[in-house]
Every structure is written in structure tokens, then in C-alpha cells.
């Protein structure tokens, strides 16, 4: 499962991640959790198997939007039905990390994180290091 779930270019920058895990491992299904926004981006990407929907809920929750929760939910639940082997975050979001990967208890956990935090929700943590060319 891959997180992806904000801009749309970020989404176009992520294409390549989807590739190689299919190549590198032709019988995994390649789930992408997708904001509504990005979702089109890979709509006919056949290195997806399936897109669930999903914005940054947290920024409805501010305004207190019961439908934020609920969509959550619904989500946590089909994570922990599917029971994913692998859950990657491509955004280094210490939210994402927590309500994707860490709740529904995701065996493998991955992402970068940084001074900001995130590395405790994740069980493979790659320290992101900010260049010149980031």
C-alpha cells in the first residue's frame, strides 16, 4: 500500500515508485491511498491494481466534520481487512504515518521522517536529508 494523498504533481512524482514495486515484485497488489484531487493521475496507471480515496481527513477534523471520522474509519477498516504486508508513505507525513501505517498496524512501515519526527510509528525508517535539490 502507498500513501499518496495530497498535490498532484507530488502524485506524478510518485509513478516511478509504482512501477518498480510491480517489477520488482509482479504478484503484489499495489494499492494507492489517493486524495480525490490526485486520484485521476494514475486512474489508468496499470502498475495500480486499486486507488482508495482518501483527502487529508485531519483538516476537516479541525472543523469539527463528523463525515472526517467517518470516512476515516472506513478506510482504517478496509487497511486492516486487506492486511498489508508493506505500507509505504510517500509524503514523510507523521499523520499519515500514525493513521495509515501505525494504527491499523501494518507489519512493514516505511517512510522517511525527519527532525520532525514520525520515525517512532514506522518499523523500517529512512532518514530524509534535505539537499540542494530538494
Known amino acids: 500500500m502507498f500513501l499518496r494523498n495530497d498535490h498532484i504533481g507530488d502524485m506524478v512524482y510518485a509513478t516511478p515508485a509504482f512501477k518498480i514495486a510491480k517489477e520488482t515484485f509482479p ?49 482504517l477498516k478496509k487497511i486492516r481487512k486487506e492486511n498489508f504486508d508493506v505500507g509505504i508513505d510517500l509524503r514523510r507525513s507523521k499523520l499519515n504515518m500514525f493513521f495509515f501505517l501505525f494504527i491499523p498496524d501494518i507489519k512493514n512501515r516505511v517512510s522517511n521522517y ?21
Open 114 to 134: 525527519n527532525i520532525n519526527g514520525g520515525k517512532v510509528f514506522l518499523t523500517h525508517p529512512l532518514i530524509y536529508k534535505k539537499t540542494n535539490f530538494n
Open 27 to 75: 504478484e503484489a497488489k499495489v494499492v494507492v491511498l489517493a486524495d480525490s484531487h490526485n486520484k485521476s493521475v494514475i486512474a489508468k496507471d496499470t502498475n495500480v491494481d486499486e486507488i482508495w480515496e482518501i483527502d487529508l481527513f485531519w483538516r476537516r477534523l479541525l472543523k469539527f466534520e463528523w463525515k472526517a471520522v467517518s470516512d476515516y474509519l472506513k478506510i
